[in-house]
């Protein structure tokens, strides 16, 4: 089993950066796919992005690629996501999730998920 403790949240200005963190448990955290997903108010939860289990590949939703970066560090048992040009429509409750078997896109295929942390970007 795993647990994961998202921190990095906050509120900033559109325009600004903040950098998401995700610490994990356990010895097998390389062992799993890792996602970032998002849940504004009244919205349903959606994909952000996800890392392969050796950090070669990531995927990005539309909306955020090109102003964000996930990225992973297994010795520290660790994902990270880096959110730069941050837009108000980013504001939401962002999530890390582990995945056992493949990435994906879809949010009920992941396996374990963190308690959230709140990003807020005002205008």
């Known amino acids: 089993q795993v647990q994961l403790v998202e921190s990095g949240g906050g509120l900033v200005q559109a325009g600004g950066s903040l950098r998401l963190s995700c610490a994990a448990s356990?010895?097998?955290?390389?062992?799993?796919?890792m996602g970032w997903f998002r849940q504004a108010p009244e919205k349903e939860r959606e994909f952000v992005a996800a890392?392969?289990?050796?950090?070669?590949?990531?995927y990005y939703a539309n909306s955020v690629k090109g102003r964000f970066t996930i990225s992973r560090d297994n010795a520290k048992n660790t994902v990270y996501l880096q959110m730069n040009n941050l837009k108000p429509e980013d504001t939401a409750v962002y999530y890390c999730?582990?995945?056992?078997?493949?990435?994906?896109?879809?949010?009920?295929?992941?396996?374990?998920w963190g308690q959230g942390t709140q990003v807020t970007v005002s205008s």
């Open positions: 999730a582990a995945d056992s078997r493949q990435y994906s896109s879809k949010w009920d295929e992941y396996d374990y």
């Open positions: 356990g010895r097998t955290f390389s062992s799993y796919v």
């Open positions: 890392i392969s289990r050796a950090a070669i590949g990531t």
